[in-house]
């Protein structure tokens, strides 16, 4: 496989999901953005079998950020999107669902 086709193929797959766990520990609020996007997040003590509870940020856009609004402090969540790095760990959901 020459070197474009590579870059072609890691362009085109999809990015890779997780699903997680945890209760809210700091409410959901709404960020500004510059692309005038609704943007929401919310921090969750997220839960593991292989390591203690850490904090982790969710975050939602458009229709997920209203239903990320709708949780408050306190919650458990279920969560399903793809993991990012913004000077923490982060989640950017593609599906809530509250336990």
């Known amino acids: 496989m020459n070197p474009s086709n590579q870059q072609q193929a890691e362009k085109t797959s999809s990015p890779i999901t997780t699903t997680l766990s945890g209760v809210i520990t700091k409410s959901p609020s ?15 003590l997220a839960e ?22 709708a949780h408050l402090r306190g919650e458990r969540l279920t969560v399903t999107g793809r993991m990012e790095w ?14």
């Open 86 to 99: 913004n000077g923490g760990y982060s989640i950017v959901a593609d599906q809530i669902v509250s336990v």
């Open 48 to 69: 593991s079998d292989k390591r203690s509870s850490y904090p982790l940020t969710v975050v939602g856009f458009d229709i997920m950020a209203l239903e990320l609004m």
């Open 30 to 44: 709404r960020i500004k953005g510059t692309t005038g996007r609704p943007m929401v997040k919310a921090t969750i």
